[in-house]
């Protein structure tokens, strides 16, 4: 048996004796994710006991290195993980900004003192995380933000606004990006840490079409933020007015997680087994010919992209960054996904249209449904990951 | 098993493209086809490759074969897709090696694998016999007679047809058209009584012929696989067949979107180069895309196929899927984005948008494909 075998089958027995049945019943939708942090509130024992043991095994983030709360764990040895988890339908244990997109940037671009002091926090699930990036007049055109932050010596001082700050309200700490230089553009910006808590942050929910209120916005109203947040541990991550390589190295973790769902944005039922129940199978196909096709071909779609998704990783396993590809992952994700619930509820038609169906494969639909249309403008729209493929893996020239 | 080549395959990969681009550029096919010898041609260019191994890619190495696997075999096919080598790689060094390989006699084995392996006897697969690829409706008769077969009936669209020694023939032996049993596979010499071969000029200047078959005799020594059971076999086949089709799509459209993203960066109109147009550059990143994707699914479908061939159906099917549809989205936007010149003979665009129509209709065109794959799924 190999080390791999071996892995995978001390795994297998260890989820087995060890991830709650209540967990099992994946793939998750937003409301089935722990967040964690200071104000969570356990949806059950089963979901603390999960994220509790999962952290304490290191696996909530089993690549991170041990002495940063994850288990180390090499390409294989987290693919062979994931693969276990998935073949049990267990829930993540946690569900993080931390995670998924500070984590990175800080393994690469942070200290060692940053390391130790943000990353097991985040691990346990103990401090939520979230990200501010855009501004009221910096969308797609993100490097023109202007939200101010001015070096007062012995601190920084923070004032403007930013927008679409997901759970900004429940949220313990925000990493941004704010303007150190307003004299230059890309090179006047840096990435930013700050505590919820401190005196001048607010937040307002935003409701969105889905009736739900997911994002915020955020407001610095002479927010002092220390430079340190004990010794060696800057407030600021990478070097002042140079955040915008942390900011674009971040988003493309961003994308990537975006691109497969990782925020919980996904969700929602299985299309062929949703139509199955509606439409009848005559002669083994789907008894409307138009919807089986339609059906069929999102079915080749999400499997080749999927397949993409296994491909590029792997290749990123074997020391060939995915660079630019991310925009890739993120453009064609979030399109197949906004195809797969208008395809939902052409199939649920009046079903689907029910703000609250109590039906148990329609309920929410038209919410999730309405909050798909969000997936691809986050994190960059459509628009932008295409102009980013054109011009940094085609080589295609500016305008 | 991770979803990318081994230091081996793509060893061979750069070997192949050194090759072919010597031997067998775009410009030489082009001159036999203008010169109307694409059949000779790729009758010696097969002996060089087959001087190289490719012949016997999936040949066992007792009968003088490399072994090297269906992955291999994809990035040969994907190479030749980028350089439109004609060649019968598919139909012998895939479909026929497989079948015999797989599913044939001793005496079958040890008779035609080492000719195949060596590059000296060409093969073609006969299963279509209409418009569109519907391998359970064939209707060629083979009726018993005697201790034999008596073949009737005739097969179109047979894809190097012109140059082959030895016919794979899917015939009916019993049940009627329509049914899942009932055929039975038959390995003939194309030069056999009865045998009428018709070349075919198809549109990519491939060689192809229609078959008509004229109380053919054959004995129980010709028959490929289990008779009246030749249904699986020539699905196993048509799989592998697929799945070297669409790693030759790949490597085709591929091709075409890099001689068009060139054309892109030097073309200039209204005082600009023509890809920093943003309605270009989003068509094209778009491309980049669906061939991404297809790229996935046929490095995906040659693994199954090498880790478990009976099992690999599937994913042949969505590889035959998308690098179908892909290819062609290819060859309509490289013809758009060059303009007019893309429209000229002179151009090799054209060329490959041909030989992509072709491919993609070939064992199954994607919506063939995508309808098996709704099927196979419970719907």
Known sequence: ?399 | MPLTLTDDQEMLRESARGFLGEAAPVSCFRRQRDENRVDAASRDLWRQMASLGWAGILVDEEFGGSQFGFVGAGVLAEEMGRTLSASPFISTALLAATAIGRFGSAEQKARHLPLIAAGEAIHALAVDEGAKHRPEAIAVRAERAGNGFRINGAKRFVADGTLADQLIVAARSAGAAGDAGGITLFLLDAKAPGITIEPVRLVDSRNAARIAFADVEATGGDVLGEIDAGGDVLHGILNAGRAGLAAELSGAAQQSFDVTIDYLKTRQQFGATIGSFQALQHRAAYLYCELQLTRSAVLHALQELDRDFAAAGPACTLAKAKAGQAATLAGLEAIQMHGGIGMTDEHDVGLYVKRIRVAQELYGDPDFQIDRLALAQGY
């Open chain 1, 1 to 399: 048996m190999t080390d791999l075998d071996a892995f995978r089958t001390q795994t297998r027995a260890w989820l087995s004796e060890n991830c709650p049945a209540e967990m099992r019943d994946g793939p998750d939708g937003e409301d089935k994710i722990c967040w964690g942090g200071q104000r969570w509130t356990f949806k059950s024992d089963a979901q603390r006991i999960w994220l509790e043991r999962m952290a304490a095994k290191g696996w909530t983030v089993p690549t991170w290195p041990e002495e940063y709360g994850g288990a180390g764990l090499g390409p294989e040895e987290a693919k062979i993980l994931a693969q276990e988890l998935a073949l049990i339908d267990a829930r993540i244990p946690l569900g993080s900004f931390g995670i998924w997109m500070l984590g990175p940037a800080l393994l690469r671009y942070g200290t060692h003192e940053q390391k130790l002091h943000f990353l097991p926090p985040i691990a346990r699930g103990e401090i939520r995380w979230c990200q501010g990036y855009s501004e009221p007049n910096a969308g797609s055109d993100l490097v023109s933000l202007q939200c101010r932050c001015e070096d007062k010596g012995d601190h920084w001082l923070v004032n403007g606004q930013k927008v679409w700050t997901s759970y900004a309200d429940e949220a313990d700490w925000i990493f941004t990006l704010v303007r150190t230089d307003p004299a230059s553009k890309h090179q006047g910006i840096s990435f930013l840490l700050i505590d919820m808590a401190q005196e001048g942050v607010s937040t307002r929910p935003i409701k969105l079409i889905s009736g739900k209120s997911p994002f915020c916005e955020t407001f610095f109203d002479d927010v002092v933020v220390p430079k340190e947040y004990g010794a060696g541990i800057s407030s600021i991550v990478g070097t002042v007015d140079r955040g915008w390589d942390v900011a674009k190295y971040l988003l493309t973790h961003e994308r990537e997680m975006i691109s497969d769902g990782g925020g919980g944005a996904f969700g929602g039922p299985g299309l062929a087994e949703f139509a199955i129940g509606r439409i009848g199978v005559s002669g083994g196909r789907l008894s409307d010919p138009m919807v089986r096709a339609k059906i069929a071909q999102l079915e080749l779609d999400t499997r080749a992209f999927g397949l993409t998704v296994d491909r590029l990783r792997d290749e990123s396993a074997r020391g060939r960054d995915m660079g630019a590809n991310s925009s890739m992952l993120k453009y064609y994700g979030t399109e197949l996904n906004k195809r797969r619930f208008e395809l939902l509820m052409d199939i649920g038609g009046a079903d689907a249209v029910e703000w609250d169906s109590d039906l148990e494969d329609a309920a929410g639909l038209a919410a999730t449904w309405l909050r798909s249309k969000g997936n691809s403008i986050e994190g960059g729209t459509s628009e932008i990951q295409l102009n980013v493929i054109a011009k940094r893996v085609l080589g295609l020239p500016s305008a």
